[in-house]
Every structure is written in C-alpha cells, then in structure tokens.
C-alpha cells in the first residue's frame, strides 16, 4: 500500500511540473500554408515524364545554413530517385537480356557507385524560404534534373549496352 501512495504522489508531481500548451504553435508550422505548393513533407524524391525531382526543409537559426543544408539534401534526394530509376533499367535489362552480369553484386555496386558520381551541378534548384518570429529560419529547396539530360548523364557513365537500350 505505501508503494501505491508513494506512486501516486510522484506520477501527481510530475504531472503538475508538465505543460498543458502544445510545442509548436500551429501558425508557425513549416509545413503549414507557409510551406510552397510543391513541396510535401512525406515526399523526398519524384519524378514524372519530363523530369527528375529532390525535396527538402532544413531549418536554422542562420538562413545561410538554411540554406545550403536544404539544397544539399534536395541534391541527395534527386541522386535517391536517379538512382531508383538506374535500378528500375538494371531490371529490366536483366528482364530482358536474361544476362546473370545484371543480378551480380559487382554490376550492382558498380552502377551505384556511377549514379553517386553523377554530376548534378546542371540541376535547377527552387527556393522557398520563411522565417518565424523566434528567429528559426524554415528553407525549403527542390532540385530538378530533367529526364533527358539524365538519361545522357547515365549513358556517358555506364558502358553497358544492353543496359542502355532500356533508357
């Protein structure tokens, strides 16, 4: 029973110490009506029948490092979802070539290591930035490759033609 009372007044302790407010006030949320029409939190990489997309938000107190920490991962992003694409081609090429070189870890890092030396400095990069009262600088970026310039990125890096048919 003592066991029971001395829970009950630490579990009524701790609750009165607590805070009823909430963290974050809503007008101040990032991904709000603040945040830009192409921009999704649940999103980090896209791509459609033009173009190549990466997403980011970074925030900071300095908007410079706003800034670069949110384009560099919008880069990181586009490089996920260029990347997803190589593997969607590796499948097929092995699809349709049955060639087991196309199942090897060998192939497979090697492609890998080509699309993370890929360079993305032709990539358009879309800025979004808001700044809150609190001095927290909310960035958000979108880098965008377009689809043909990746497929000839690729080609230049990759030397396998069966592999390249399926661009």
Same mark, same amino acid.
């Given at each position: 029973? &003592? ?6 007044? %630490?579990? !009524? ?7 009823? +407010? ?21 999103? /980090? ?11 980011? #938000? ?8 706003? !800034?670069? %920490? ?7 992003? #586009?490089?996920? $979802? ?6 969607? %081609?590796?499948?097929?090429? +092995?699809?349709?070539?049955? /060639?087991?070189?196309?199942? *090897? ?8 290591? &080509? %699309?993370?030396?890929?360079? =993305?400095?032709?990539? *358009?990069?879309?800025?979004?930035? &808001?700044?809150? *009262?609190?001095? !927290? ?7 965008? =490759?377009?689809?043909?310039? !990746? &497929? ?12 390249? $048919?399926?661009?």
């Amino acid at each position: 029973m &003592k066991y029971f009372i001395t829970g009950q007044i %630490i579990a !009524v302790s701790f609750m009165s110490c607590t805070t009823p +407010e909430s963290v974050t006030d809503g007008e101040d949320s990032p991904a709000s009506d603040a945040s830009p029409e192409w921009f999704d939190n649940r999103i /980090a990489s896209s791509s459609d029948t033009t173009s190549f997309y990466g997403y980011s #938000l970074a925030a900071a107190s300095d908007s410079a490092e706003a !800034v670069n %920490i949110s384009t560099e991962m919008a880069l990181q992003n #586009l490089r996920f $979802e260029i990347d997803r694409f190589a593997e969607g %081609i590796r499948e097929k090429a +092995e699809e349709t070539t049955g /060639a087991a070189r196309y199942q *090897s870890g060998e192939f497979i890092f090697s492609l890998r290591d &080509k %699309i993370q030396s890929l360079d =993305l400095s032709d990539a *358009s990069i879309t800025r979004h930035h &808001k700044s809150n *009262s609190e001095g !927290v600088h909310h960035h958000f970026s979108r880098a965008e =490759l377009p689809r043909d310039e !990746v &497929k000839a990125l690729i080609s230049s890096a990759v030397s396998d033609n069966a592999f390249l $048919e399926e661009l």
